[in-house]
Structure formats: C-alpha cells, structure tokens
C-alpha cells in the first residue's frame, strides 16, 4: 500500500501532465504549397500577403519572380537580394500558418536557364533558394527565351532531375504556356525530354490564358487540361487519374493580356472540372489583381468583382 506522501507525488504528477497537456498548442497540419497557392508578386499596388491570408482563407502563395542577375545567380526579379525583405515577406506568411512555393521564370527578364552554363548549375542556383527558405515545393514557370529553346529546355529538365536527386521530398512544378488544344510544340517536346531525362517533375501545369482571342474561358481552359493530360499519359504511361493528377492549371484572373476574360462564375466552374479530375494544382495570375479597381492591370482584375473573390476560390481547393 502506498504512502500518502506517495499518492501525492502521483497525483501532483498527473496534475502536471494534464496541466502541459492543455497548455500544448495543437500541432498544426502541415500546408502544401503546390495544390492551391495563388500567384504574389513584389511590385505595384501589392496586397498585405497576411491579410489576405486572414479575408480569404488562403494558405499558401507562389511568390513571383526569382531571376538571374545577370550570371547564374538568383535574386528576386533579378534585382533583390534572397535576404532582405522577400525574407521577411516568408516569414510572416509562415508565422500566419502559410507556406510559400518561389516562382523562377516569368515571361520577362532574365532566365536562369539561360546564364547558367549547365544543369549542374543551374541546379545549384536552384539550390540557392532551396536552402535559403528551407523549401517544400519550387516552380518552374518557363516561358519566352527559356521554353522557346532546346538547349535550354533540356538545361532545365537536367537541373530539376539533380534537385529531386538532393532533396527528394522538394516537389518540383514546370508551368508552361498551352493552345487551347493542349501544349503546343515546345510544350509536347518539354514532356517527352522530361520523360527521356528523367527529370522527377511532379507536377506539369499550363496557363490556359492569352490565346489571341475571346471565346468560352471554361471551355478553353478544359480543353488544355485535357490535351496535357493526354500528353502526360502517353509520355509516362500514367493511368488517366493519375496523368491528371499529375496535371495542373493556372488561369488568369478578369481580363487577360489578349482581352479574354476570366470571371468570378468562370473560374468557380474552373475550379469544380479541376476538383473532379483531382488536379495537383489550381491556381491563377494573380492575387494582386484580384480586385475592382480603376487602376492598371497590374493592380486590379477589370472586371466587376469581390475583393479576393478569386483567391477565395483557390483557397477552397483541395485536389
């Protein structure tokens, strides 16, 4: 038989545990950054990423754009330092239970793929980042100079295959532009290399957008996805789930760079083919722009809309 000093000392004990247990903050599910993470970027009229964060629900961006300098060193928009207040920008975003997935590319400036010399590196800028941010996720968004070119497409594809080599849990993501049909040439070329090199990309996304015309957004958009995922199925061999899942999508928010546009109802249907077909990635250009507002293009959607309408929308994806 115990002691009563004993039963204390078991009592107080447990008291304890119970105490610690309640005072333990609930550990939090980790975020993808790939599945649904709309585009920011550092320029014009830009949003407080945090508040957005807190009025719409989102959980992750893909922060626009990293660039080279020059030579084969990455800075933002191939002018500001990793350090700095990109940094900070990361920080808040995970101190608010978010995640980031960096962009490398973009339509303007300068590529990586073009002033690293080799795969070699080019994934050692890549790695740059990687470790700069301690990295779940990065994307490739290539286009112009960088998709346009057969030396450099292969450059890439060889780079992405030596990160997935070094960081096996890092999720790679090639965004590339697309016919309304489905990747042009340089799209299907991309595929086929990526599959002959081996490359580990988990993820291949079009931008269903700028296609030189008018005409039904949600018609279009399906289309492309199809055709990719068509493409992906006969590069890989993957069944039809798993080449749409493997498949992904960024739209464009209100009018595009051609005069289509994308509304709110357009992209809310959007979203449901992309839920039915599981996509691993829903997204849109961009959470600047998602607002009505007279200002540029760069700083509002032009069209009628709710504040964040859009990025509410990714916000509720969930592949």
Not at 74 to 99: C, M, S, V
Not at 242 to 251: D, F, I, K, M, N
């Amino acid at each position: 038989m115990k002691s009563i000093r004993q039963l204390l000392t078991v009592a107080a004990g447990a008291a304890l545990a119970i105490s610690a247990s309640v005072a333990a903050p609930a550990q939090a599910a980790a975020v993808d950054p790939v599945t649904a993470s709309p585009y920011l970027y550092q320029w014009g009229n830009v949003p407080s990423a945090t508040s957005v964060m807190s009025a719409s629900g989102v959980k992750a961006f893909t922060l626009a754009f990293i660039l080279s300098d020059g030579t084969c060193n990455p800075k933002w928009d191939g002018q500001r330092e990793l350090t700095g207040a990109d940094a900070t920008l990361i920080k808040n975003i995970r101190a608010a239970g978010g995640e980031v997935i960096p962009s490398f590319g973009g339509w303007s400036g300068n590529k990586l793929g073009q002033f690293c010399s080799s795969p070699t590196a080019l994934a050692a800028a890549y790695q740059k980042v990687i470790d700069a941010y301690q990295l779940k996720a990065i994307d490739i968004d290539i286009e112009a100079q960088e998709f346009e070119n057969n030396a450099v497409q292969d450059r890439v594809l060889g780079a992405l295959k030596i990160v997935k080599q070094k960081n096996p849990s890092v999720k790679t993501v090639i965004t590339m532009p697309t016919a309304r049909s489905g990747p042009n040439s340089w799209g299907q070329r991309l595929i086929t290399q990526g599959k002959a090199l081996d490359a580990g990309v988990d993820v291949w996304s079009v931008m269903p957008f700028n296609f030189g015309s008018g005409g039904d957004m949600v018609a279009s958009t399906k289309s492309a996805v199809d055709g990719l995922q068509q493409r992906l199925k006969a590069a890989f061999g993957w069944s039809d789930d798993e080449a749409y899942r493997r498949a992904g999508l960024s739209s464009m928010n209100g009018k595009t760079d051609t005069g289509e546009t994308v509304t709110g109802a357009n992209f809310a249907a959007i979203k449901d083919y992309a839920a039915g077909k599981h996509l691993g990635r829903f997204t849109f250009w961009a959470t600047n722009r998602d607002r009505d507002c007279g200002g540029s293009s760069s700083d509002c959607s032009g069209i009628p809309q709710g504040t964040w309408e859009f990025t509410k929308i990714v916000a509720s994806y969930t592949g």
